[in-house]
């Protein structure tokens, strides 16, 4: 069989609930939708984060975040530690497998050369570095407020800075998208949309607002920002077609983690404590290790050569790495990774899942095994007082996580927060001996 062209979407800061094919009822996502409809529709898929840097690491590498030296640490302020060459990213692999390499959009993994994208397995950048830019300007104003930081522009060609000041970003991810097939339609290529919506700050061009307007205003903009990643989405799918590789192409899509509830989402400080993105059933929001921060909306397509299906059991992006790789023809044991490949699931042999998920965010450590999972320190919204030292759900009665049975549950408790804080010690342990040396400032 011809080995597929892999086209990876990730959105930011997207809620489980905030696709039509996942549940919204107040807008639609067709295109999204469409995909859906081609493959397999995964309601139980996991970040590897809730926040945005580590998650796209885990993604990008097969490693849980702390193993592949990407971790959110808060040191003074938030700021993350940069991936480099020395973990190799699905980008790396897959050139090895001689595919043309792309990525067009948020990288967020890292300002120094050896961190950047060209270094990591992308032959060609078209994006920014960043965690988040003006829409219109592609200026860096975050954290001007404390008086140190300029605003910086940031937007690059491979390590060019180039300017479009006023093309709408979203819009400009997906052109770049589009002229990368354009470019790469005669070889096996490998490209990265990473947009930056719905990720503040909230902007959106009057004619996505038009699609929505009976809904309140932040979930107006929510929707609008959503509905152009869809639009774009389409573009790249109506681009394969024309090109008659639609069904030569692999689609994964995924959010990097949960709504932000943050207050630059909306800037009015904290008598609205919605600002548009949705979670759905679930508790918690970016930052937390409740589902509502690390569940999230996936799709895995490929037209015509893959079944559709609803999977629900829990997967985590981890898993992505050797899935696709697996796929395209590579061998997953060639690498140190954390995840399972869920080729087997695909192929109708098996669904390979794993004993159990683990997650770490701070002073938060977390551990899904079954329809068991344990948060330690759990925070639902960020800064809050944690909900509870030990707090375990069972996710098939109280998919909510609203009661508390660890009390009720001694032995599974014991359990779940044993396996946890043991991985959490094999991760500090393999940040200290091979990644904090490289950040002193963060140790």
Known sequence: MKRPNVIMILTDDQGYGDLSCMGA???????????????????????ASPVCSPSRAALLTG?????????????????????????????????????????????????????????????????????????????????MADGNTNPTHDLWENDEEVYDNGEYLTERITRKGVAFIRRHRDEPFFLFVAYNAPHYPMHAPQKYLDRFPDLPPDRRIMAA???????????????????????????YFQSDNGPSRESRNWLDGTEDPYYGGT??????????????????????????????????????????????????????????????????????EN?????????????????????????????????????????????????????????????ITSELRAAALTWRAGIEKTWDERFAKNYPSLT
């Not at 920002?225 to 692999?250: H, K, N, P, Q």
């Open 279 to 348: 979670t759905g059933k679930f508790s918690g929001h970016k930052f937390s290790l409740f589902e509502g921060g690390v569940r999230v909306p996936a799709i895995l397509s490929q037209k015509g050569r893959i079944r559709p299906d609803v999977v629900d059991a829990p997967h985590i992006a981890t898993d992505i790495f050797p899935t696709v790789l697996e796929l395209c023809g590579g061998d997953p044991a060639e690498y140190e990774i954390d995840g399972v490949s869920l080729k087997p699931l695909l192929t109708g």
């Open 63 to 143: 490693r849980y975040p702390g193993n592949a030296g990407v971790r959110a640490i808060l040191a003074g302020h938030r700021r993350a530690s940069g991936l480099t060459p020395a973990v190799p990213t699905l980008a790396t692999a897959l050139k090895k497998l001689g595919y043309a390499t792309g990525l067009s959009g948020k990288w967020h993994l890292g300002l120094k050369p050896e961190c950047r994208p060209n270094a990591n397995g992308f032959d060609e950048f078209s994006g920014f570095l960043a965690g988040c830019v003006d829409y219109y300007s592609h200026i860096f104003y975050w954290g």
């Open 351 to 411: 669904d390979a899942t794993h004993e159990y998920l683990f997650w770490e965010m701070e002073g938060q450590t977390a551990v899904r095994k079954g329809k068991y999972k344990l948060v330690l320190n759990g925070q639902l919204v960020e800064g809050e007082t944690p909900r509870a030292p030990v707090f375990l759900a069972d996710l098939e009665a109280d998919p909510g996580e609203t009661t508390n049975l660890a009390e009720r549950l001694p032995e």
């Open 225 to 251: 920002m959503l509905s152009a990643v869809d639009d774009g989405v389409g573009e790249l799918r109506a681009e394969l077609e024309r090109l008659g590789i639609l069904e030569d192409t692999l689609f």
């Open 25 to 47: 009822t107040d807008f639609r996502t067709p295109h999204l939708d469409a995909l859906a409809a081609d493959g397999v529709r995964f309601t139980s898929m996991y970040s």
